[in-house]
């Protein structure tokens, strides 16, 4: 059970490159979140989904887009990438039963953007 | 939406004494309550957590006490270690498909 796991652990990009985040979990949750961190600001939503099939903003979307690709897995996609994208971004599942619930965190991807 | 205010933003302590982080919210329909310890290029781990149906929750050294009226909760941790050295977040969630708003994390040092 290795509960959520993304990839990759670190990546470097340039200005206007894109790129895909990767998320899974293996604890048949139905919702999964999309974190980013910075110094300072706590953590901050910027997708989820509710269960399979939805997607929805949360409060920083500006900039990406996911993808619930099945149960398992929710994706992170940047387009076309900025230095203000340089963050520590994290995935999380939780059981999803209709309430706010525990919500399990994978290692994070380390993101820098020149 | 949901507004989390997390005080103090740093907090120093010597080995044994306790610590006390506080953090208040703003929407009333938040029922979910849990605090999260991250370590330094970890990912962020629950360490306790409590509904709105409860005033107070214990855990060995750690508890977590509630005031729905005054809409704030707070994190007690007693004969602190080292190894509670760290930074600590609250979160508050209601009915919106498990969505938590984060405060914006306290850095416990504990000094030997």
């Known amino acids: 059970n290795a509960g959520v796991t993304q990839t990759p652990k670190f990546q470097v990009l340039k200005t206007g490159q894109s790129m895909t985040l990767q998320c899974a979990q293996d604890?048949?949750?139905?919702?999964m979140y999309w974190y980013r961190q910075d110094p300072g600001m706590g953590l901050r939503l910027i997708y989820y989904?509710?269960?399979?099939?939805?997607?929805d903003k949360g409060e920083v979307p500006n900039g990406y887009n996911v993808s619930r690709l099945n149960k398992r897995e929710f994706s992170l996609r940047l387009e076309s990438a900025a230095p203000s994208q340089t963050s520590v971004y994290f995935c999380?599942?939780?059981?999803?039963?209709?309430?706010?619930?525990?919500?399990?965190f994978g290692p994070g991807t380390r993101l820098t953007v020149l | 939406g949901e507004n989390v205010e997390q005080h103090p933003s740093t907090l120093s302590v010597q080995e044994g004494d306790s610590a006390v982080i506080k953090c208040t919210y703003s929407?009333?329909?938040?029922?979910?309550f849990p605090w999260y310890k991250q370590e330094l290029g970890k990912r962020p781990q629950l360490i306790i957590d409590?509904?709105?149906?409860?005033g107070e929750k214990k855990d060995q050294r750690i508890a977590v006490t509630l005031n729905k009226t005054a809409k704030h909760f707070s994190l007690h941790i007693t004969e602190t270690q080292p190894e509670d050295s760290a930074v600590y977040f609250c979160?508050?969630?209601?009915?919106?498909?498990?969505?938590?708003?984060f405060g914006q994390g306290t850095i416990l040092t504990v000094h030997p």
């Open positions: 999380a599942s939780s059981p999803g039963r209709g309430r706010a619930d525990t919500q399990y």
């Open positions: 604890m048949n949750h139905n919702s």
């Open positions: 989904s509710a269960s399979e099939g939805t997607t």
């Open positions: 929407d009333s329909a938040s029922n979910y």
């Open positions: 409590i509904r709105s149906n409860v």
């Open positions: 979160a508050a969630g209601g009915t919106s498909y498990g969505k938590l708003t």
